[in-house]
C-alpha cells in the first residue's frame, strides 16, 4: 500500500448581537417579574385578611340537632361535600358539621322553618387559594412558552453571530500567520483602502467589494481573513454560508439583510462567510427549481454587496475550497473583485508553520524541523499543527521532558496509516511473507524508476486503518509533473500487484493491492483524460464535453491498456533486480520496519 494525504478544515467562528437590544430585554424582563411579585403581594394579603374577618367554627352534630331544636339556626346550606354550613339567628359566624346524608334531611329542615340552599359550599379562603393556584400555574405555563417560541424564534430566524470585540481583533496580526506569503501581499493594499480610503478616492479607485479566499481545506483561509481585520483595526464578523440556507422561505435573504444592517453600523468592518458554496452554488437554469429559499438568499447577498459604496469601508471576504461550483453572479466585478488563492504550503512555509506551532512545545535538540518539512509535502498547516501536537501528546504518554523524533515520527505515521496493532499473534507466517513481498515492491520500483521521491518508511506491521502494510512514498515538493513522472508514480502504485505475482504466482495475487489499483486508475484517468498525454487520444481534454457517453468505452480500453503496459514494465523491473526485492523482503520479515537509510544501504550492497 503506497499512502496518499488528506487534509484537515478551519473551524468558523460566530458573533453576537448588540447591547441595545439585550438592555431592552432585561427592562422587560425586570418589569414582568416585578408585576408578577406585585400581584402575588395582593393575592396574599386578600387570603389574609378574609381569614381574619370570615370566622369558621366547627360543631358536633348533636350540637346542631339541639340548635335546631331551639329555633336558634336560620339557614343552612347543603351540598354532596362531607360537611354543611351553618348560620345562626343573630350570629355572624359560621359554623360547620358533618353532612348525615339522609333522604329526609333537607324534609327535616324545612318542618322546623330552616332555609335550606343546595350548591358546593366553597369558603372565601378556598376560592383566593384557588385563584392563586392558577396565576401560579398561568405564570409557568406562560413562561414555558414564552421560552419555547424564543428558542424556536433563534433557530427558524437567528443568525447566531457573536461581535467580536475590537481589542481581540487586533491581537490578530498577519505575521501571526507563517506562510501563505503570496496571499499576505495580495492583501496588503486591501488593509490600507480600509484604513485610508480617501487617499484612493483622489485617484478615482475603488475599494473592491468582495474577496474569496480558495484553497484546499485547512490552510487558513479564516485566519487570514481574521488578520486582515486585525491589521484594519476594525470588528470582525464571520458567518458560515449554512448559516443563511433554511428550510423556510424568505429567512435566509433575511438574515442577510440583517448582517449588513449590522455591518453598515460599525462604518467600517469585515464580513467574513465561510463555506460560501453553501449558499452561493450556481443558480438552476429551470423555471420549476427557480425561487427556492437558496435562490432568494444568493440574490439577496447580491443586491446587498452592489448596494453600498467604496466609501463605506466595509469588505466581505469569502471562502470556499469549491471555486467551480460558485455561481458566475458572484464572481464578477462589482462583487467579489479579486480571487486570492491560499494552497498548500512550500517546504519554507511548512518549516515556518513548524516553528511557529513549537514555540511553546519543548523540542529535542534531535528534531530537525527542516527535516520534518521535507517529509511533509502535501500537507496544510492545520495538518501540521496537528502533527505536532500528536506529537505532544505522545511525549506526554512517555513522561519525557520534550518531545523526540520518534514522537513526531509515530504521529507522522498515525496521522497517514492509523496506530500500529499491538497484538499481532493472529497473523499467519503466509500472510507476513505475502506482505513483505508487495511492500518490498513498492519501495524497490520507487527507488528504481522515481529516484528523486523519498521512500521514508517501509514496515509490515498492520495498522488500525485497515493496511496490512504500508511503504511511504514522498515525491519531490515542485511545480509540476512530467509525463515520464506520472508513469512512473503509476508503476509505483503497481510494483506491489506485480511483486505477489512473481514471487507466488499470477492466480495466488491477493486483494492486498486494491488501494494502489484505485490509485493507479485514477492517475491514468487523468493522464487521458485532463492533461492530453496519450498519444492515442491526443491533445484533447475530454473533461471539457459536457456528455462522455459515447465515447466512455473507448476511454475505457485506453486507460486498460496503457495500465497493462505499465503493469509489464514494472514486472520487467521486478525481475531484473529480484535480488534487492529478496534481500529487502528478508529484512522486513526479520525487522518489520525499514527507514530510507536501511534501504539505500540494501541498494548500495551489490
Known amino acids: 500500500m503506497v499512502l496518499s494525504y488528506n487534509s484537515y478544515r478551519d473551524n468558523n467562528q460566530y458573533f453576537r448581537g448588540d447591547t441595545t437590544m439585550s438592555f431592552k430585554k432585561f427592562k422587560y424582563k425586570r418589569?414582568?417579574?416585578?408585576?408578577?411579585?406585585i400581584v402575588t403581594f395582593i393575592i396574599c394579603c386578600g387570603v389574609g385578611y378574609v381569614h381574619k374577618t370570615e370566622e369558621i367554627k366547627s360543631i358536633s352534630y348533636n350540637e346542631f340537632i339541639e340548635k335546631v331544636s331551639n329555633h336558634q339556626v336560620s339557614k343552612v346550606t347543603i351540598s354532596s361535600s362531607p360537611t354543611i354550613k351553618i348560620n345562626l339567628k343573630d350570629d355572624k359566624a359560621i359554623y360547620v358539621t358533618d353532612n348525615p346524608r339522609t333522604l329526609d334531611f333537607k324534609e327535616f329542615l324545612l318542618l322546623n322553618n330552616i332555609k335550606v340552599e343546595e350548591g358546593t359550599y366553597t369558603s372565601t379562603i378556598s376560592i383566593l387559594q384557588g385563584i392563586l393556584g392558577i396565576a401560579v400555574f398561568s405564570f409557568f405555563g406562560f413562561f414555558i412558552i414564552k421560552s419555547t417560541r424564543k428558542e424556536n424564534s433563534k433557530a427558524t430566524m437567528g443568525m447566531n453571530m457573536v461581535e467580536a470585540s475590537e481589542e481581540n481583533c487586533n491581537k490578530f496580526r498577519l505575521h501571526n500567520i507563517a506562510g501563505n506569503e503570496e496571499a499576505k501581499e495580495n492583501?496588503?493594499?486591501?488593509?490600507?483602502?480600509i484604513k485610508n480610503s480617501e487617499k484612493y478616492s483622489k485617484y478615482g479607485?475603488?475599494?473592491p467589494r468582495g474577496i474569496i479566499f480558495y484553497g484546499p481545506p485547512g490552510t487558513g483561509k479564516t485566519l487570514m481573513a481574521k488578520a486582515i481585520a486585525g491589521e484594519a483595526g476594525v470588528p470582525f464578523y464571520a458567518v458560515s454560508g449554512s448559516d443563511f440556507v433554511q428550510m423556510y422561505v424568505g429567512v435566509g435573504a433575511s438574515r442577510v439583510?440583517?448582517?449588513?444592517?449590522?455591518?453598515?453600523?460599525s462604518k467600517k468592518a469585515v464580513i467574513f462567510i465561510d463555506e460560501i458554496d453553501a449558499l452561493g452554488k450556481r443558480r438552476s437554469s429551470s423555471v420549476v427549481a427557480g425561487n427556492d429559499e437558496r435562490d432568494q438568499t444568493l440574490n439577496a447577498l447580491l443586491t446587498e454587496m452592489s448596494g453600498f459604496s467604496s466609501e463605506e469601508g466595509i469588505i466581505v471576504i469569502a471562502a470556499t475550497n469549491r471555486l467551480d461550483t460558485l455561481d458566475e453572479a458572484l464572481l464578477r466585478p462589482g462583487r467579489f473583485d479579486r480571487q486570492v488563492e491560499i494552497g498548500l504550503p512550500d517546504i519554507k512555509g511548512r518549516e515556518r508553520i513548524l516553528n511557529h506551532h513549537a514555540k511553546n512545545k519543548p523540542l529535542s535538540e534531535e528534531v530537525n524541523l527542516n527535516k520534518v518539512a521535507k517529509e511533509t509535502i502535501f500537507f496544510s498547516g492545520a495538518m501540521l499543527e496537528n502533527l505536532l501536537n500528536e506529537s505532544a501528546i505522545n511525549a506526554?504518554?512517555?513522561?519525557?521532558?520534550?518531545?523526540?523524533?520518534e514522537d513526531i515520527d509515530k504521529a507522522f505515521y498515525t496521522v497517514l496509516a492509523g496506530s500500529e496493532k499491538k497484538d499481532r499473534s493472529n497473523i499467519r507466517e503466509n500472510d507476513r511473507k505475502i506482505t513483505a513481498y508487495h511492500e518490498s515492491g513498492h519501495a524497490l520500483i520507487a527507488k528504481l524508476v522515481a529516484p528523486e521521491n523519498t521512500v521514508a518508511k517501509v514496515t509490515i506491521i498492520p495498522s488500525t486503518k485497515g493496511a496490512g502494510g504500508f511503504c511511504i512514498n514522498i515525491p519531490p515538493d515542485k511545480m509540476y509533473y512530467t509525463k515520464k513522472e506520472i508513469e512512473s508514480q503509476i508503476m509505483v502504485n503497481l510494483a506491489g500487484r506485480a511483486a505477489?505475482?512473481?514471487?507466488?504466482?499470477k492466480d495466488m495475487v491477493t486483494t492486498g493491492a486494491s488501494n494502489d489499483i484505485e490509485k493507479a486508475t485514477s492517475i491514468i484517468k487523468d493522464y487521458v483524460l485532463k492533461y492530453g498525454m496519450s498519444e492515442k487520444t491526443g491533445l484533447i481534454n475530454l473533461n471539457a464535453f459536457n456528455s462522455q457517453k459515447n465515447i466512455n468505452d473507448n476511454i475505457l480500453v485506453e486507460c486498460k491498456e496503457h495500465l497493462f503496459s505499465l503493469y509489464e514494465e514494472t514486472k520487467k523491473v521486478l525481475m531484473n533486480n529480484m535480488?534487492?526485492?529478496?534481500?529487502?523482503?528478508?529484512?522486513?520479515?526479520q525487522k518489520e520496519i525499514?527507514?530510507?537509510e536501511e534501504l539505500d544501504s540494501i541498494m548500495q550492497a551489490s
Open 31 to 37: 418589569f414582568f417579574w416585578a408585576t408578577i411579585l
Open 187 to 193: 492583501v496588503f493594499d486591501l488593509i490600507d483602502f
Open 205 to 207: 479607485a475603488r475599494m
Open 257 to 265: 439583510r440583517d448582517l449588513f444592517k449590522k455591518a453598515r453600523e
Open 396 to 405: 506526554v504518554k512517555r513522561s519525557d521532558e520534550a518531545i523526540k523524533k
Open 500 to 505: 505477489e505475482e512473481l514471487i507466488f504466482g
Open 579 to 589: 535480488d534487492f526485492l529478496h534481500k529487502i523482503a528478508g529484512e522486513l520479515l
Open 594 to 596: 525499514l527507514c530510507e
